[in-house]
T-cell receptor
Framework: NAGVTQTPKFQVLKTGQSMTLQCAQDMNHNSMYWYRQDPGMGLRLIYYSASEGTTDKGEVPNGYNVSRLNKREFSLRLESAAPSQTSVYFC???????????????FGPGTRLTVL | SQQGEEDPQALSIQEGENATMNCSYKTSINNLQWYRQNSGRGLVHLILIRSNEREKHSGRLRVTLDTSKKSSSLLITASRAADTASYFCATDKAAGNKLTFGGGTRVLVKP
């Protein structure tokens, strides 16, 4: 079990370039999430997917798009990168439980993105 | 905006001492979770406490939840150098399927 994997681990872009961050999980989880973490701060939710075929905006969605390709994969795209998007990006997933209770999230190792 | 706010922002203790950090939040929750993040790594789940629970233990960790005060605390007993990390609380709101993270407490355990 690899858990949650992310590619690439590091990336440097120039302003205006585009790229896609990939995330995959092998735990058969329904929900997947993309966060960004700026230095010395907590995580902020960019987008999430409660289940295959659905996506919703989080706290900071501007400048990003997502695709829930299948149950395993959830990608994050920067169409025109800006220096303000320099950050560490984390993908996470979690299982759905019955009723109103949810479980913990499992995180990938992160992608360190620098936009010059 | 961040739902959870940790206090203190940073903590430095000697090995063997206890470390306590607090989290306050604003809206009704289903559960509150604590995560650890080692430098340069992803977050690792430590413990989850549901809104109808008041206290939970896991090894050297003790978490309390006071829903009337909208606050939680994480106690690490007999700390070790390996406990050096940032600790984040995260709340699962009463509605929705997403966590909201606080800004974290950076803990340094000196050998």
């Amino acid at each position: 079990n690899a858990g949650v994997t992310q590619t690439p681990k590091f990336q440097v872009l120039k302003t205006g370039q585009s790229m896609t961050l990939q995330c995959a999980q092998d735990m058969n989880h329904n929900s997947m999430y993309w966060y960004r973490q700026d230095p010395g701060m907590g995580l902020r939710l960019i987008y999430y997917s409660a289940s295959e075929g659905t996506t919703d905006k989080g706290e900071v969605p501007n400048g990003y798009n997502v695709s829930r390709l299948n149950k395993r994969e959830f990608s994050l795209r920067l169409e025109s990168a800006a220096p303000s998007q320099t950050s560490v990006y984390f993908c996470a997933s979690r299982a759905k439980t019955s009723g109103r209770f949810y479980n913990e999230q499992f995180f990938g190792p992160g992608t360190r993105l620098t936009v010059l | 905006s961040q739902q959870g706010e940790e206090d203190p922002q940073a903590l430095s203790i000697q090995e063997g001492e206890n470390a306590t950090m607090n989290c306050s939040y604003k809206t009704s929750i289903n559960n509150l979770q604590w995560y650890r993040q080692n430098s340069g790594r992803g977050l690792v789940h430590l413990i989850l406490i549901r809104s109808n629970e008041r206290e939970k233990h896991s090894g050297r960790l003790r978490v309390t939840l006071d829903t009337s005060k909208k606050s939680s605390s994480l106690l690490i007993t007999a700390s070790r150098a390996a406990d050096t990390a940032s600790y984040f609380c995260a709340t699962d709101k009463a509605a929705g399927n997403k966590l909201t993270f606080g800004g974290g407490t950076r803990v340094l355990v000196k050998p």
